[in-house]
């Protein structure tokens, strides 16, 4: 009796077992993935220096002596005699709508501001390495997916600024003086000897005592580049909430901090007051966050906000400071908040070109691609000529239109560097298709030759059932990108999609299930005819083996298009089974990445609802036979050849 009741469990048990291996894979393989992609490092890159377009025999015949190194290539005529930018960790949009001291007539009426986008990988690379140095996580990497946990294999920040040039490396050239005002970590991470002045505190530290340090030093002594970091709002809104009463009470000590910054104590006539944040994921434009950018002060227009990017402020504190744009900027020049004549703007956008040009070339080189003009391309010769058009115009004295020129050059660079990865990625992509193709395609050689019904029918219900979660993902509003959720959210949301979505593709197999048994009865009927037609004479059984068979071949192809396939498809694209055995030297697209998460969390969704799943189907088809009217396995007749012969029970004979 026990052998007989250890083979009725052993089907379920070995179920369980399978669904339990899945779970603990797919789970492991959401963080292999995640630790995959935040392991990616620097990208190195030897980007020469600029040369100095308006001036070829040095730096800008216009620079001011005094200011900076006239010797030194690629430096513009200053705009400013010093830059003050304060990064307030936390600071949202609408933190500058509600902030009494961003709200007073007399501030309105000499400054402006831009929302920034910020990178597409929530959170982005730390601002201190996105701020200093313009460039972009597909140069930095070291992004972290899930910003509620440190990512334990991205590269930190001090490693990131020891390879990308940098705002105080740059005025440092210009020999400029520099001071920072912020948290130790912050200090930590520059290169050591970059701030000829420094002054560090704690994360909790009230913003009107780090304010109130700055604003002497600021009085009594001169620096050309300051970066004054305050934390406690950050802090607070991470440790309690957003609207907890540390975080209000950090609020008011920030605008208190901000009015002092932006009163008569700094004298704005010589000063640049520059004011942003780090992160914010409050007001979301697009597929990506935004952050708040205000300036005030020397050289600035005051007028209507406008768009720009995290990486432009670093373009936009240089072409104030007149130093050598970072050599790994990725940002443009926020030119309509600045006040400058058509003279300065001509020059600095000339500079920004040369140094776009130059860190596309040197991305390519790292890549080992071939440059662009070297093989004739129209969008880089078209480039090209406008770089020479520009550089004819300033000399000629025609500055107006230069940024008009200058605009398609720049677009160019971004889009070849973009290409360039896309091109290192295909060299091989053509011989890894065939294997592609064939790893994809082989499981479904296999249920067109095995001819079963009941396999596709599963076929059919896992495609059903891993296609919904995106349509679902889609009503919720929300587009295919990291920006769209965070990581966590994702995780935690893509249970109930995932169990959603098979409830209404078990409906497949419940209304078609009766059409498979009868074409394999009428493929049986062609072997034995004669036994088919008294074996229909008995009413059929309720088909709870083939139900269990059924939820078998629905969980081999949920893993097929739910995992199998994105494996594949990564495979493909990058030459990799994961971004776990060899590191390439670029990013991945991130796009690409998110839909791979997409995937794999569904797939544990659907691990885990795989459980009840077979009882479920049991219980659906059970009721559409009830509905239908067919008889219970109680009422159900017996087979007639199973059945005794009329009389035989009065066929036993007494014998004397």
Not at 193 to 217: E, H, K, V
Not at 263 to 287: F, K
Not at 379 to 390: D, G, H, P, R, T
Not at 495 to 503: D, I, K, P, T
């Amino acid at each position: 009796m026990l052998k007989r009741w250890l083979g009725r469990i052993r089907g379920p048990f070995l179920y369980l077992v399978v669904v339990g291996l899945l779970t603990v894979g797919a789970y492991n393989g959401l963080l292999l993935l995640r630790s995959g992609l935040e392991s990616y490092q620097p990208l190195q890159l030897d980007v020469e220096p600029v040369q100095s377009l308006t001036n070829p025999d040095g730096a800008s015949s216009t620079a001011k002596p005094g200011t900076a190194d006239p010797a030194r290539p690629g430096t513009t005529a200053p705009l400013s005699n010093r830059v003050v930018v304060v990064v307030v960790n936390g600071l949202g949009l609408d933190d500058v709508e509600s902030l009494p001291a961003f709200q007073a007539e007399a501030f309105k009426n000499i400054s402006t501001g831009a929302n920034l986008f910020t990178g597409p990988v929530q959170p982005t690379s730390p601002a201190l390495v996105t701020l200093l140095t313009g460039a972009s996580t597909e140069l930095t990497g070291g992004f972290r997916l899930d910003g509620s946990s440190d990512a334990t294999t991205a590269p930190d920040p001090r490693l990131q600024l020891q390879y990308f040039d940098n705002l105080f490396e740059a005025s440092h050239r210009s020999r400029f003086t520099t001071a920072l005002f912020g948290t130790q970590s912050w200090y930590e991470a520059l290169p050591p000897g970059q701030a000829d002045f420094f002054a560090t505190f704690d994360n909790r530290q009230p913003s009107t005592d780090i304010a109130d340090n700055a604003l002497n030093f600021l009085q009594k002594k001169s620096a050309n580049f300051v970066l004054i970091q305050l934390p406690a709002l950050g802090q607070a809104q991470t440790e309690f909430g957003l609207n907890a009463p540390q975080s209000i009470e950090a609020r008011q000590n920030l605008n208190t901090a901000l009015a002092r910054l932006v009163g008569d104590e700094i004298d704005l006539r010589r000063t640049t007051l520059i004011i942003t944040g780090d992160w914010d994921n409050s007001v979301r434009a697009g597929d990506r966050y935004t952050v708040p950018l205000v300036l005030v002060g020397q050289a600035v227009q005051p007028g209507e906000k406008t768009w720009g990017r995290q990486e432009d402020l670093t373009s936009t504190v240089a072409a104030l400071l007149g130093v050598e744009i970072p050599r790994h900027n990725q940002g443009r020049l926020l030119s309509n908040l600045l006040s400058m004549p058509a003279v300065d703007q001509g020059e600095k956008f000339l500079a920004l070109a040369e140094q776009r040009q130059a860190l596309a070339t040197a991305y390519r080189n790292r890549l080992g691609l071939l440059q662009p003009l070297a093989v004739n391309d129209p969008a880089a010769v078209e480039a090209e000529k406008n770089v020479k058009l520009a550089q004819q115009n300033y000399r000629l004295g025609s500055y107006d239109g230069i940024e008009g020129v200058i605009d398609p050059v720049l677009r160019t660079a971004r889009t070849d560097m973009e290409e360039a990865r896309q091109e290192w990625f295909a060299q091989v992509r053509w011989q890894r298709a065939i294997l592609a193709v064939v790893l994809v395609a082989l499981p479904l050689v296999v249920l067109l030759f095995w001819r079963s019904a009941l396999g596709w029918i599963a076929a059919a219900t896992a495609l059903v059932a891993t296609t919904l979660p995106y349509g679902l993902y889609w009503l919720q509003g929300k587009s295919f990108a990291f920006n769209s959720t965070s990581f966590r959210s994702l995780l935690e949301t893509s249970l109930w999609r995932a169990g959603l979505s098979l409830l209404v593709a078990l409906l497949i197999p419940v209304f078609l299930f009766d059409w498979a048994e009868k074409r394999r009865k009428r493929r049986r009927g062609r072997i034995d005819l004669d036994y088919q037609q008294i074996a229909d004479l008995r009413r059929p059984p309720f088909p709870l083996n083939r139900l269990s068979i059924f939820a078998a071949l629905l969980l081999a192809w949920l893993v097929y298009f739910g995992a199998f396939v994105w494996l594949v498809w990564y495979y493909w694209r990058f030459g990799y089974v994961a971004p776990l055995l060899s590191q390439p030297p670029v990013l991945p697209d991130t796009s690409a990445n998110f839909l791979q998460f997409f995937a794999l969390n569904h797939l544990l969704g659907f691990a885990l609802m795989m459980v009840p799943a077979p009882l479920l189907l049991v219980v659906l088809y059970w009721f559409k036979r009830k509905l239908r009217g067919d008889s219970s396995d109680a009422q159900e007749e017996q087979d007639i050849l199973q059945r005794p012969r009329p009389g035989a029970e009065a066929g036993i004979v007494k014998l004397g």
